[in-house]
């Protein structure tokens, strides 16, 4: 029990780790929890949706919001669940 729970820890921040390594996030205005979870400085170009998106998609999010599905402005941070934005490579 003891192992496992040391390789699951120790797997997490390696991966936790590189995954910000060769992250290049564009993100305008990034806060600390966002910070927590995302690179700066990689190779790998990272951004935000473009804001052209279709207006039934802004309808579904507020749907959404309207059962109680949480929104979510970092599916790649803490949680996973919820309705928002995914971003994209460049």
Do not use: W
């Amino acid at each position: 029990m003891k192992i496992n729970f040391m390789l699951n820890y120790l797997f997490n921040y390696l991966f936790n780790k590189a995954f910000k390594a060769v992250e290049n996030n564009a993100r305008e205005n990034p806060n600390e929890e966002f910070k927590k979870y995302h690179g700066f400085n990689g190779l790998l170009q990272v951004q935000d949706n473009p804001s052209d998106t279709y207006e039934i998609i802004k309808d579904v999010f507020k749907v959404a919001e309207n059962l109680g599905i949480p929104c979510n402005i970092d599916f790649n941070g803490a949680r996973q669940n919820g309705v928002g934005y995914y971003q994209v490579n460049k």
